[in-house]
């Protein structure tokens, strides 16, 4: 028998960390979906308690000692790849000092207050000195990290969301896109015919949740392990066993909350397919944003946005709102309706060929951010400048440019690349899973994901955290991330 | 200034500790309401996991250094016991061995699952021995926190719920009531007249649940601090910010909903009338599970059986199922189905005056139990013998017998006699409320709750748990717990 002391202490620790993570996360749906407002502040209390807990069990004074001395054991791959999330984890919590943690979090919660008023009033200058704060702490944990990982340190910063990830590679990516897409996008538009009419509204709440629910079980999300409710932010949330997605309904619109829908069961089904032996594991964990935000994509978008999923659910969405047989409500309208290109000033709102010319734009701007090479106060004039570059537009004010997006204001930097990386693995994941399992497309043309979703569970979802990003995408479709599937998808949806 | 540094550095830790469990209500109230059954077996893990942190910190080698020097320390009343109550906690926690609370917790588990199937066929044998086996564990505990709190094995127990609660005066109360009950019981039902026909159904599950929601408002339930939704046991859980009660719906019956929201709505008001100030401090909490009773049983039992309260309900009640001026929906109607009594065997759907005969039988048996003086093999010939005596009923099985109540298989021995002590303590407060406040009653008829919500608040939320329960008891109403004030409630009501 082996030895394994070291590493199976650390089992220990990490499957009660994971207790914590997982009781933060119900704690976290309940108050974006059912807590009164009255609630927030104990709720605080709560989930600082909990983080605080959480931060002493994984930097307690063993946890180094454990993880060089597991290092020498014998372990088996998982076990190898798990003990390599683990020291990952707590590389990034024992690196910056808690005086930094602390200020930090102070520095966001002030200036996403700010920002909230900022926006409001669409005044960048309102919130440039608290965010300036954001900044500053933001590049001194960046500074700490790039040491304690041996990474640039914007690269440190994407590290917290895409595991691995590096800007020399994602600058390459990125920049390809963003050369492609003007020209891309005038021809779109050149040949783009007036949108047809769609269903006209009003569409009841109770219809478009009884629509999503239906679509939802379509997909194969598995109702004893989760359920739809509401929240402001639509999002996915809970545990691989208890998974809470959520969405919002516009009477005018059952489109946005249906796809809305389809994307969050999309990063369920992620969840809900992680193996179940690695349950309370690092390894067991979802690779990252980059491929989270893929599976999300890959059934909105790659799948449910497709001529084969409208002429299979147009029927059952007329059905829904007792519109069986009325016009405007037929597969091509929908699909005209799904594939509508139309630039404009807001990220969330953006169809999937300008989506990602927000992403790069921010990507660009962040990186010189914690460069150094961008100063708060030019942010605005960066920001149009690029606009103009890219979607040939300029925000009439900051509400409707800059200070649209929370994320830097909370102190997010790194993050938003993941979206578009996202987009083109779907893209590349999708194309590899018709190409090896033929009868997928037909499939989805009947309502039946059995086959799409074996093929993720297989080559995704079930790989976890064993592989690194880019090794589990060149395992899955023979290459790593390549550009030119995903303009190629492009080029078939909307220049047929 | 006063050095206070060892009180200080409970008080963190204390806090710590309450938002802990905090967050453990709020899980336990999702698990109950919102949680898909497949989430379970993660929800347990996340249970156990914050309830062993909460005990290691509870029981950290520094806690018992602190509170001794803390006594030393100068403390005003509310910080004396603050640091009372944090001993009691610490002396729960920490007398009984990790093995044995796990033994017990294991025993408990799998006690009650038998139980499940032994109630189901009404076959006691079935579950003897897995009851033996809570009842060995719980005397082993009852034993070693005895010599801990220097007081009788059974009032270890009963102290677990109702702090300072000691058997010798329980028995006086609940003997003098069993005295006076079966006397009371055939007169009342030597007067009763034939049941009045009341309203007649289906009653909608959504006026059912309108009516709730306006009736909890009416008694000054605050939904910025709370909601309220369905689960198969109704209960009040949350945090006194953030209070989430329970009820469940028969389309059949509306009043037992009706009473059950009412009911909780009582404990939600207690809870959101703690001090805010000690807030996450033990002394900051309910004084004990009497008292608590006492505040549902006022709501329910006193205020909203009462002829004042149904005169101002009936119309609304009407006006909420669209039965406005039809017959049967009339205050007089009304109160005499809610008066009714009508002895049986199934303690949670006994009436106000049957219901302590349930609750006295229990209590006889436990005390046996605990003192080794009664055998598990006994309880079911012992509970039919005291059925025939106390209510003159024989139960035709088990089922319907000793195997109703979950309490013992899950190893609540010491519980059962607080339903009846805060039946009695309800009554006592409500009196001594309606002498203080001459305008209390007719405000209620108008459905005003604010004079009687403000006396409560003064007299009992508002104390928490600075004094013992029978300190506060006299402190509001001149004098201890008294029987008298009970039973004129009863013969003032079912005897008129």
């Given at each position: ?129 608290p965010l300036t704060e954001v900044l500053r702490l933001t590049r001194e944990v960046a500074a700490i990290k790039s040491q304690a990982l041996a990474v640039a340190p914007y690269d440190a910063l994407l590290d917290q969301y ?266 590349q994941l999708f194309d590899a899973a018709a190409g090896a399992v033929p009868e997928l497309r037909t499939a989805i043309a009947e309502g039946d994901f059995r086959p799409l979703l074996s093929w993720l569970r297989a080559n ?37």
């Amino acid at each position: 028998m082996q030895c394994r002391a070291a590493y199976d202490s650390l089992e220990v620790l990490f499957a009660r960390l994971s207790h914590v993570e997982q009781a933060l996360g119900m704690l976290h749906w309940d108050m974006a979906t059912m807590m009164p407002a009255g609630g927030a502040a104990s709720r605080a209390e709560q989930l600082a308690t909990l983080k605080a807990l959480h931060h002493e069990m994984l930097t307690g004074p063993d946890v180094h000692g454990l993880l060089d001395a597991a290092e020498g054991e014998a372990l088996d791959p998982w076990q190898r790849a798990n003990l390599r999330e683990m020291r990952r984890q707590w590389l990034h919590a024992s690196a910056v000092p808690a005086r930094l943690v602390e200020q930090l979090s102070r520095a966001c919660s002030a200036s996403e207050m700010t920002w909230r008023k900022a926006r409001a009033e669409a005044d960048f200058a309102l919130v440039a000195g608290p965010l300036t704060e954001v900044l500053r702490l933001t590049r001194e944990v960046a500074a700490i990290k790039s040491q304690a990982l041996a990474v640039a340190p914007y690269d440190a910063l994407l590290d917290q969301y895409e595991p691995g990830g590096r800007a020399a590679v994602i600058d390459a990516v990125l920049d390809d896109l963003g050369a492609f897409l003007p020209g891309f996008l005038r021809e779109v538009q050149d040949r783009q015919v007036p949108a047809p009419e769609g269903p006209s509204g009003p569409f009841p709440t109770d219809c478009q949740k009884a629509l999503g629910l239906r679509m939802m079980a379509t997909l194969g999300f598995e109702f004893e392990h989760g359920r739809l409710d509401v929240s402001q932010h639509p999002f996915c949330g809970g545990t691989p066993d208890d998974l809470r997605i959520t969405t919002r309904y516009d009477e005018r619109d059952f489109m946005a909350s249906l796809m809305g829908v389809l994307h969050e069961t999309g990063h369920a089904l992620y969840e809900r397919g992680l193996p179940a032996a690695w349950r309370h594991q690092p390894v067991g964990r979802a690779r990252g944003m980059s491929l989270h935000e893929s599976q999300s994509l890959l059934m909105e978008m790659q799948a449910c946005r497709s001529r084969e999923f409208l002429s299979f659910a147009a029927p059952v969405i007329a059905e829904a709102f007792g519109a069986t047989g009325q016009p405007h409500w037929d597969a091509e309208t929908l699909y005209a309706v799904n594939v509508r290109v139309d630039p404009g000033f807001i990220r969330i709102d953006a169809d999937e060929v300008t989506y990602p010319a927000h992403v790069i734009l921010r990507y660009r701007l962040e990186k010189a951010l914690i460069a150094g090479d961008l100063q708060v106060a030019d942010i605005p004039a960066a920001w149009n400048e690029q606009m103009g570059e890219l979607l040939g537009l300029v925000p009439p004010n900051d509400r409707q440019g800059c200070l649209q997006d929370i994320h830097w204001f909370d102190g997010a930097f790194g993050y938003f690349p993941t979206y578009t990386l996202g987009a083109m693995t779907a893209a590349q994941l999708f194309d590899a899973a018709a190409g090896a399992v033929p009868e997928l497309r037909t499939a989805i043309a009947e309502g039946d994901f059995r086959p799409l979703l074996s093929w993720l569970r297989a080559n995704v979802h079930g790989q976890a955290s064993l592989l690194g990003t880019d090794e589990l995408l060149t395992q899955a479709t023979g290459r790593p991330l390549d550009t030119a599937v995903f303009k190629a998808h492009l080029r078939q949806r909307y220049l047929p």
